[in-house]
């Protein structure tokens, strides 16, 4: 076993990180050798090093072993002292007598000198041997030191090559991974010299600045020059870069004044840092589905856009576009119609798009074009009734066409607002117009349209709080038996009893209806309200016949409307057959017309009765009677107001009647206020009448009394007192 150093961790460290174990012979190393073999006459010299458990010898002169077990080492005790180590006669000393060295090669002299690196680190020693026993002075001991010393100085400076070497290494490889050239330029001749990897990168070696510029991008060759002419402490530069096979490069320049006349820096590669932030600012600013602008890039040309009208006395144009429908084609035919729909939307108005005009995704079903240059508003909207045309064309999806009808809303810098957020406003409210109008179609914006805007904006409000307080509520007009004079009926009209106002009907309040929301909860508090008011006046002993209750188009957005209605029918116990639903023609033509015939069939099946509201007014009546399971026809009352002095409105009346008696349908007349047009009409043989003559629409306290007092015979009933300003509805 072999002796160990208190501190042993710490020199086997410091031996480690000379980096030098199992190097190649060096030739300073072995001129070391022979400098001491000759210097001592001794036949052997060694550069020993003591690893763990073993020594090495980095140079050896007379011993053609490379090292040996650290347990027979003469260094192994050599590395333990701070002076010469000397055995003079090993055969005598028992620590060696039986080490190899000494048996098989024949060593009886040994003097190793430590290869001290620091207090407590000798990693080794230079030591003479020889074949006889040997003494050792104290010259020799002191020159054997001294070489030691040398030695040390040669293990430090390998160290320091070496890691310049690796130094160097590391820089050629980060240059190269990298793509980085290093550079230094001197400033009065302009002459660079560059690192060996140049020619790779840039296509050029060392030479004038000259053989850069002239592959730099001329958009940006401006910038390079004004960069490489620069002293003092640079920034950096990008730039486009010719490479020499012809490829388009991003650089960038970095660099630094070092001396009055000197620069040195780096030229690297960026061109995948370009790709990637060109890839996230796409992925920023452009839609995944269409690839068009999204609303954050809209803005900013919008903006862009405005500003250079300003400056030009030119004009911008923005259309706001709506698919119509575009919820019922994800419903029924699912996401990936939806997707193709938008898709095709996108190419159709990119396709019709001019130069210089801009085409964005605005989300969902929304889309935006800015009309870039100077055409007039005029122009403007037929541009954008062109584009309406090519938007009607059908498409082929799966096998089936599917139709690209749109709604926009059309507004022009500088005829209408300046600012963008206004001129935004503006094109809102004019596609609003245009979907409130019936849809595909262009709606060019106009000043009063925000007025009515604003209003229906307010009254939304109010209605909401209106709905919190209880203030909406039904009230009744009864329907009236032609040939009996008898009550058959009511129809339940929405009333807002307002705390100042008094009763206001929907003439101030129809706009709320526009939106599905809304509508829905006016829809549900009335028919609960009916549904109760029903239940209460059963209970009576009271039969107030059939109750109709009138459904906007935008509650018909709902597929479980019929569901919803009948469930709070079947909670108050009133049998569906005492609820009649009355709609408009718009619910036929209106968004979520899908889901009509579904929803219409299974109030039917249920027992409740539909009727067909201001018949003669809308479009294809006939379509629709023959389409949907309508029980009752409701003539307009304009036809009927003009009954005795219209001869057109006597002829659409008595038509109408007769339709529905061929069709075996109920028809009741509109608006009926006086007995003369009672005469005609039960002359025509209608057989149900509605109007002012018999009542004016009241409160459901006061039906029980109507009931029991009510008209007969034509006769009227007395007006019910007023709550309050009243407006017709």
């Known amino acids: 076993m072999f002796p160990v150093a208190p501190d042993e961790a710490d020199r086997v460290q410091a031996l480690h ?89 024949g060593i009886r002299f040994y003097a190793g000198a430590p290869l001290v690196l620091g207090p407590g680190l000798q990693v080794g020693s230079l030591c003479v041997m020889d074949t006889v026993p040997r003494t050792f002075g104290p010259d020799e001991i002191r020159q054997l030191r001294d070489l030691a010393a040398v030695v040390v100085a040669q293990l430090r400076l390998h160290r320091t090559e070496q890691d310049l070497r690796e130094r160097e290494e590391r820089l050629r490889l980060a240059l190269q991974a990298g793509r ?15 690192s060996d990897n140049a020619p790779e990168l840039l296509g050029i070696g060392s ?33 486009r870069y010719r ?16 001396e009055p006349d000197r620069v040195v820096g780096i030229t690297f590669d960026i061109s995948d840092r370009k790709v990637g932030e060109a890839r996230l600012w796409r992925a920023a600013n452009h839609d995944p589905l269409t690839g068009l602008p999204n609303r954050a890039l809209f803005q900013e040309r919008f903006r862009e856009a405005l500003a250079q009208a300003e400056r030009s006395g030119t004009r911008v144009g923005l ?38 005009d801009t085409v964005a995704r605005l989300g969902g079903d929304e889309f935006a074009v800015i009309l870039a240059g100077s055409q007039r508003l005029e122009a403007a909207s037929v541009f954008a009734g062109n584009l309406l045309e090519r938007l009607r064309q059908p498409f082929a999806y799966r096998g089936r066409p599917l139709a690209t009808k749109a709604s926009m809303g059309l507004a022009s810098f500088p005829d209408h607002h300046r600012l963008p957020d206004e001129l935004m406003k503006d094109a809102d409210i004019a596609l609003y117009r245009a979907k409130a109008s019936g849809r595909n179609r262009v709606t060019v914006y106009a000043p009063e349209m925000r007025a009515l805007t604003e209003r229906r904006v307010t009254v939304s409000a109010q209605m909401r709080e209106a709905l919190l307080s209880g203030q909406i509520v039904p009230f009744y007009q009864p329907k009236v038996c032609l040939e009996t004079g008898r009550i058959v009926g009511f129809e339940a009209l929405a009333r807002w009893l307002h705390p100042t106002e008094g009763v206001l009907a929907p003439g101030y309040f129809g706009s709320a209806f526009e939106d599905p929301e809304l509508a829905h909860a006016i829809g549900g508090r009335i028919v609960a309200q009916v549904a109760a008011d029903i239940r209460a006046w059963r209970a009576r002993g009271l039969d107030v016949g059939r109750v109709a209750v009138n459904v906007s188009s935008a509650e018909f957005h709902r597929p479980d409307l019929a569901e919803t209605v009948l469930a709070t029918l079947a909670a108050e116990g009133v049998p569906p057959t005492c609820l009649e639903i009355e709609v408009t023609e718009t619910v036929f033509l209106g968004r979520g017309s899908d889901f009509v015939s579904g929803i219409l069939r299974r109030f039917h099946d249920s027992g ?37 002095q219209d001869g057109d409105d006597a002829a659409i009346v008595a038509a109408v009647i007769g339709l529905g008696r061929a069709l075996g349908t109920r028809v009741t007349a509109e608006g009926v206020e006086n007995p003369e047009q009672v005469r005609r009409l039960r002359a025509m043989g209608c057989g149900f009448a509605q109007g002012y003559l018999y009542a004016k629409p009241m409160a459901g306290s006061r039906v029980p009394w109507l009931i029991a007092n009510g008209p007969a015979l034509g006769g009227r009933a007395p007006d019910e007192p007023q709550a309050g300003r009243r407006i017709a509805g």
């Open 17 to 105: 990180a000379l980096r030098i174990l199992d190097t190649a012979p060096e030739a300073h190393f072995d001129a070391l050798c022979r400098t001491a073999g000759a210097l001592f006459r001794a036949p052997i010299a060694l550069v020993s090093l003591v690893g763990e458990d073993r020594q090495w010898f980095k140079a050896r002169c007379g011993l053609d072993v490379d090292g040996t077990a650290r347990e027979v080492a003469f260094c192994a005790y050599a590395i333990l002292a701070d002076e010469v180590f000397i055995v003079e006669d090993a055969l005598r000393d028992p620590r060696f007598a039986a080490s190899p060295l000494v048996t098989e090669h």
């Open 180 to 194: 980085m050239v290093a550079w230094e330029r001197d400033l009065r001749t302009g002459h660079a010299t560059r």
């Open 207 to 239: 030479g004038p600045i000259s053989l850069m510029l002239d592959r730099v991008h001329p958009d940006d060759r401006a910038h390079v020059e004004r960069f490489s002419a620069y002293g003092g402490t640079l920034d950096a530069v990008e730039f």
């Open 243 to 258: 490479a020499p096979e012809g490829r388009l490069l991003w650089l960038c320049m970095r660099a630094e004044q070092t």
């Open 319 to 356: 259309l706001l576009i709506d698919i119509d429908d575009f919820k019922d084609v994800n419903d029924t035919l699912g996401h990936d119609a939806g997707d193709a729909l938008l898709t095709e939307m996108a190419a159709r108005l990119a396709e019709m798009a001019r130069v210089g």
């Open 608 to 644: 409740v009765t539909l009727a067909l509201d201001d018949f003669g007014t809308g479009y294809a009546s006939l379509t629709h009677l023959k389409q949907f399971p309508v029980d009752h026809i409701k003539i307009d009352q304009s036809f009927v107001r003009g009954l005795e």
